[in-house]
């Protein structure tokens, strides 16, 4: 079988120019066949905000009205993610900028609603593995923004982390898969206020016991629930930590096992 890299970049990164190319420049170096899936919520709220739109945030996710919707397919489907495909072809690597809905790759079902109405946020449901595929042999890499559709006309906003896990399940049938999540901090800290104290190595149990803790919170929860989703689903390994994690001169970051 042979190996795919999954890298994951969110707002902090790509709303910071110089991390930005910076980032890019590895992510193009990176040896191998190779995915990259962006966030950009910062930006649609910034966005949404100069239009008069209030952004509503609940356990992490978007509530995605109409309005909230247009906003962000302009600033994912469009700004975000074209500005880094081009930043791309500028390093030489042939990207190709995505959504759920372009060769169907990533679809979804409209999260029912609950206690909680999010609008139009879709969990993904199907992986078009093979399709993906078919870029990757061609020799293109592609860029998946956070958005999904529902097969029925319908774009829905999915969570970076979360599109970053499923395709990466999804591409397991095919490849040995490894996601890297890269964001501002070193990796999962022990002391949140101290940068150094990255811990290395997180296992089902060394999870439970930062949960029962409260050491693992925001943003955090998620991205870990999604990790353990991916492991049980085929994922072979999976890493946390800072953009530089992506050369072989760090190795100050987490790695997630089960
Ligand atoms: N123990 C922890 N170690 C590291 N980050 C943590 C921890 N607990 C909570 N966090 C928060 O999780 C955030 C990363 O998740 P998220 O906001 O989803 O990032 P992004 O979307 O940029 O990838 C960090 O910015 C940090 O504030
Ligand atoms: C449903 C939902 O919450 N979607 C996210 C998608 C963007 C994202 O995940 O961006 P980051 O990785 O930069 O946080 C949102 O709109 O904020």
Request: proline fraction near 1%; glycine fraction near 8%; charged fraction near 20%.
């Amino acid at each position: 079988m042979g190996k795919l890299s999954i890298v994951k970049i969110g707002g902090n990164i790509i709303e910071d120019e110089t991390s930005l190319i910076a980032f890019l420049k590895l992510f193009s170096n990176l040896e191998g066949k190779k995915i990259l899936v962006h966030g950009g919520g910062k930006r649609a709220t910034l966005v949404a905000s100069k239009l008069g739109i209030a952004s509503k945030m609940i356990n992490g996710r978007r509530i995605t009205d109409a309005e909230t919707l247009e906003v962000i397919t302009m600033v994912y489907g469009g700004l975000v993610n074209k500005n880094i495909v081009a930043k791309l072809q500028a390093l030489n690597t042939n990207a190709i900028g995505l959504t759920g809905a372009d060769i169907n790759s990533v679809a979804s079902d409209k999260r029912p609603v609950k206690d909680i109405d999010f609008g139009f946020v879709g969990d993904v449901k199907q992986v078009a593995h093979e399709s993906i595929d078919k870029l990757i042999q061609a020799d293109f890499t592609p860029v998946f923004c956070a958005i999904t559709h529902d097969g029925n006309g319908q774009l829905l906003n999915t969570n970076a982390d979360t599109i970053t896990s499923q395709v990466a399940v999804g591409m397991s049938k095919l490849y040995k898969t490894s996601i890297y999540y890269c964001f501002e901090l070193n990796g999962v800290l022990e002391d949140i206020n101290d940068k150094n104290s990255v811990v290395k190595h997180i296992d089902s149990e060394r999870y439970k016991n930062l949960l029962e803790k409260g050491i693992i919170a925001d943003g955090m929860l998620p991205k870990l629930e999604n990790c353990f989703d991916a492991l049980n689903n085929g994922v072979s390994t999976i890493n946390m930590g800072n953009t530089s994690m992506l050369t072989q001169e760090n190795d100050n970051f987490t790695t997630i096992t089960l």
